[in-house]
């Protein structure tokens, strides 16, 4: 009698861990793991809504023989378009790199809208390839509507590189009075290569107003450029530390090395490699202007982990770091990849609005009050606006 009790109770655990692992696997952030507590910075969760877009389901016939194809839609970048309304950029692929994410068929949006921008993209692009990374653009409040940037097309396929090509994370920034786009171009441009691009976004958007973006000793990939304004020139951070800082001609696309400073040298952030994020925003601190931007922190070893950290940069030269924080989590679970990829402050200047993508599936957007974003920060030592800052390298 008791060991048909240990069996029954033994059978009903394990139907109730499986449904419980089953809950976890459909629900929109199916890698949760463990529920985050309030991160080092202090920063607990903020307003979080994930973005109403994808994944996609289309009929192409035309190009693949079993008719449907499955659309994934992540790393979304916003901006406000001249109307005061937020709009985005998204990264879409039918590439799984989804790997925490089990979809079911049904939640695939298959519709005519759908079907109708796919369409036209293959007027664009008869020989679209599945496999290619290309973007989206669309307006917050009309989603799911969208539209198929022509910023890729399969003629730009470069034998020399692997098939995840295209333009691969694209940010949207502003710059003289309009929005522009920054990406990663993968493929043929002149020559196989891993390159920042920027154009000028317009409607119809012109392919031909691409500009690729070169400096000194390029590395064979280069990505996560951080854009920002100074009096109408274009600047980008380059690298975190050393806080380097290109100053770009859009005219040649010719960026030189301007600055190079090291505030955070040492700092327990740099404990894991850093990387670049969003593009920076101006704010006020105490009636004086600085930069805020959202960078990455990647681990070394293990699995693929991203997550992200705020730092404050002075806006002028040497646009030396002034303040970083610690890596945080935007999810309330744990999610590996969170990368965040675009930054507004509200027109009221009292929150920071990010939108980032989660796993390489799906995208939201959240909001952090500024007063608490900054006082989450420590400060770094700064180094004298009129000091001899260390040239150009």
Not at 67 to 81: E, P
Not at 229 to 240: D, N, P
Not at 265 to 287: C, N, Q
Not at 358 to 363: G, K, Q, R, V
Request: net charge neutral; aromatic share 12%.
């Amino acid at each position: 009698m008791i060991d048909n009790f240990i069996i029954v109770v033994v059978v009903l655990s394990i139907f109730l861990f499986s449904y419980y692992i089953f809950k976890i696997s459909t629900d929109p952030g199916s890698d949760l793991e463990q529920k985050n507590e309030i991160s080092s910075t202090g920063l607990s969760t903020g307003v979080v809504e994930t973005l109403k877009i994808g994944p996609f389901l289309t009929d192409v016939t035309s190009i693949y023989p079993e008719s449907r194809l499955f659309l994934y839609v992540y790393n979304s970048s916003i901006a406000f378009d001249s109307s005061g309304d937020i709009i985005g950029v998204s990264r879409v692929t039918g590439n799984k790199d989804c790997s925490t994410r089990n979809y079911t068929e049904n939640e695939f949006v298959h519709s005519k809208q759908v079907d109708l921008e796919i369409n036209k993209y293959l007027n664009y692009d008869p020989n679209y390839q599945k496999n290619l990374s290309t973007v989206i653009m669309w307006k917050l409040k009309e989603l799911p509507k969208f539209t198929i940037l022509p910023l890729f097309s399969s003629k730009q396929i470069c034998n020399g590189l692997d098939t995840n090509q295209g333009i691969q994370d694209a940010r949207l920034f502003t710059f003289r009075g309009g929005i522009w786009l920054y990406g990663h171009f993968r493929g043929y441009l002149g020559g196989c290569m891993h390159i920042p691009i920027i154009i000028p976004v317009s409607d119809p958007l012109k392919p031909s107003n691409m500009i690729k973006l070169i400096t000194e000793n390029m590395q064979e990939q280069e990505k996560n450029w951080m854009p920002f304004e100074v009096s109408g020139e274009l600047y980008f951070v380059y690298s975190i530390s050393p806080h380097i800082i290109l100053k770009c001609d859009v005219s040649t696309g010719w960026c030189k090395k301007v600055y190079s400073s090291d505030n955070i040298r040492g700092d327990e952030i740099l404990k894991k490699p850093v990387g670049g994020g969003t593009p920076a925003i101006k704010i006020s601190i105490k009636g004086e202007s600085f930069f805020l931007s959202l960078a990455h922190t990647r681990q070394i070893n293990g699995p693929v982990v991203r997550k992200n950290f705020f730092y404050v940069f002075r806006s002028v030269p040497p646009f030396d770091i002034v303040m970083v924080g610690s890596e945080f989590d935007i999810m309330e679970y744990y999610h590996p990849i969170e990368f965040g990829s675009g930054l507004l402050l509200s027109k009221d200047e009292k929150r920071v609005i990010i939108s980032s993508g989660i796993s390489d599936c799906y995208s939201v957007i959240c909001e952090y009050n500024l007063a608490d974003v900054l006082s989450s920060l420590r400060k770094t030592p700064l180094l004298p606006i009129n000091s001899n800052v260390t040239p150009a390298i």
